[in-house]
C-alpha cells in the first residue's frame, strides 16, 4: 500500500485544492511595526536639515535620520540615522523617538534591544506619535521587551486609530474580532477594518475582505471580498494577494480563473508569503493554471516549508515519499512529516504514524504510531480518531 497517494484518506487529502488553506488565511493582526514616514527630501535639501538640525530645529534631525537610514541624496548609514533619532528624541521630538525604538527593536543601526524598544515607543506615543502607540501595542500584544498584555494592547490600538493611524485601527479590529483583551464584537471588528481601509491601511482592506467573505459581522458577499483583497494586494499586501488567488482559483466572487490565481500565487510567494508558495506548488504538482512540473512544485513546497507553512512540509514528504520531482527518500519523507506534525497540521501525523507502524523510513514503533494518531485525532484529523478504535492485529 502507498501510504503517502493512495488509498489512504489521509494521504490523499494532500492532493486537495489549494481552497483547503482557507481557513488559514483569516483575520491578522498585522504584527510588524513601522517608522514614521517624512516628506520627501530631494539630496539638495542635506545640507538645510543638516543646517536645521545643529540650530536645534530637532524635527529636522528626524528627517535628515530618515535619509541616511534610506540612503536617500546620502551614503546609507544606519548607524548615523540612529544618532539623529537620538538627537532628535532627546530634544523632543517624538517622531524620533519612535524612530530610534524601531532601530532598537530590530538592531538596526544600534544594538537589539525589545526593553529600550518599548521604552522609546512609550515615550513617543505618551509625545502624541500615533504610530508609535500601535509599535508599543504591537509590543504588548506579543510580549516582546514587556509581560504580554493584550488588554494594555488594545488601549494603546484605540489611541492609534483615534490619533490617525490607519493600521491602528486595523489592528484594534483584528482584536475584537478575535476576542483578544476584549469581548469579541464582529460588527465592531468590521466598522474598524473599514476605517482602517479608507484610511489606506492594505490590512485592513485583507481583513475586511475576510470578514466578507465569511459573513462575519456583516452579510457575505464574496464580490465584495474580492474587491478588497485586490486592493490590498494592489498596495502589495501579500497576503491578500494570496486570498484573491483562492478566490479565483474556485471561482468564488468572481469568474473561474486558474490561470490568473496561479499569478496571484506566484505574486504572495514573492511578497514572503509562504502559504503563497504552497498554494503555487499545488498548481504546479496538478498542471491547473501553469505547465505540470513537479520538480518545480517541489521546489515550491520547501519554500513553503522554510517559511514556516506546516501543510507545505506535508506535501514535500509526500513527493518524497512518492520520488514525484525528486528522488525517492523516505527517511526525508518522515523528517518532513515530522515536522509538519510538530507544527500543528494533522495530516503530517497520521501520515507520520502510518510510517511508524509500518516501518517505512523510521524505525517501527507501534507506541510512537498510537501517540501521532492522538495528536492528530486531537488536531481534527477524522482518520486519525479511526485508526485509535481499531483494534490492534
Known amino acids: 500500500m502507498n501510504i503517502f497517494s493512495q488509498p489512504s484518506s489521509a494521504a490523499r487529502s494532500l492532493r486537495l485544492s489549494a481552497a483547503i488553506l482557507w481557513l488559514l488565511a483569516s483575520v491578522v493582526s498585522v504584527a510588524a511595526t513601522d517608522q514614521a514616514p517624512s516628506p ?235 502559504m503563497g508558495c504552497d498554494n503555487l506548488g499545488l498548481m504546479y504538482e496538478s498542471g491547473r493554471g501553469v505547465a505540470k512540473d513537479e520538480v518545480h512544485a517541489v521546489a515550491l513546497y520547501q519554500q513553503a516549508c522554510d517559511g514556516g507553512q506546516a501543510r507545505g512540509c506535508s506535501r514535500l514528504g509526500a513527493m518524497y515519499g512518492d520520488g514525484r520531482g525528486v528522488a525517492k527518500d523516505e527517511v526525508r519523507a518522515a523528517a518532513f512529516f515530522q515536522r509538519a506534525c510538530e507544527h500543528g497540521d494533522a495530516l503530517g501525523c497520521v501520515i507520520l504514524g502510518l510510517m511508524c507502524e509500518s516501518g517505512r523510513g523510521v524505525a517501527k514503533d507501534e507506541a510512537r504510531a498510537a501517540a501521532l494518531y492522538k495528536k492528530a485525532c486531537d488536531g481534527g484529523a477524522a482518520e486519525a480518531c479511526d485508526k485509535l478504535k481499531k483494534p490492534p492485529e
Open 40 to 274: 520627501p527630501q530631494p539630496a539638495a535639501d542635506v545640507q538645510r536639515l543638516t543646517s536645521q538640525c545643529e540650530q536645534g530645529k530637532y524635527a529636522s534631525c528626524t528627517d535628515l535620520g530618515d535619509m541616511y537610514g534610506a540612503g536617500l541624496g546620502v551614503a546609507k548609514d544606519e548607524a548615523r540615522a540612529a544618532a539623529l533619532y537620538q538627537r532628535a528624541c532627546d530634544g523632543g521630538d517624538a517622531r524620533g523617538c519612535g524612530n530610534l525604538g524601531l532601530g532598537h527593536e530590530n538592531g538596526r543601526g544600534v544594538p537589539k534591544d525589545l526593553a529600550r524598544a518599548v521604552a522609546l515607543y512609550q515615550r513617543s506615543c505618551e509625545g502624541g506619535e500615533a504610530l508609535s502607540c500601535r509599535n508599543l501595542g504591537i509590543m504588548y500584544e506579543n510580549g516582546r521587551g514587556v509581560a504580554k498584555d493584550e488588554g494594555r494592547a488594545v488601549a494603546l490600538y484605540h489611541r492609534a486609530c483615534e490619533g490617525g493611524s490607519a493600521r491602528g485601527c486595523s489592528n484594534l479590529g483584528a482584536m475584537y474580532a478575535d476576542g483578544s483583551g476584549v469581548i469579541k464584537d464582529q460588527a465592531r471588528a468590521v466598522a474598524l477594518f473599514q476605517k482602517a481601509c479608507d484610511g489606506g491601511a492594505a490590512p485592513g482592506c485583507y481583513n475586511l475582505g475576510v470578514m466578507y467573505g465569511a459573513g462575519s459581522g456583516v452579510a457575505k458577499d464574496d464580490s465584495l471580498a474580492v474587491g478588497l483583497y485586490k486592493q490590498a494586494c494592489d498596495a502589495d499586501y501579500a497576503l491578500s494577494c494570496n486570498n484573491l488567488g483562492l478566490m479565483y482559483k474556485s471561482g468564488r466572487g468572481v469568474a473561474k480563473d486558474e490561470v490568473r490565481a496561479a499569478g496571484l500565487y506566484q505574486r504572495a510567494c514573492d511578497g514572503g508569503q509562504a
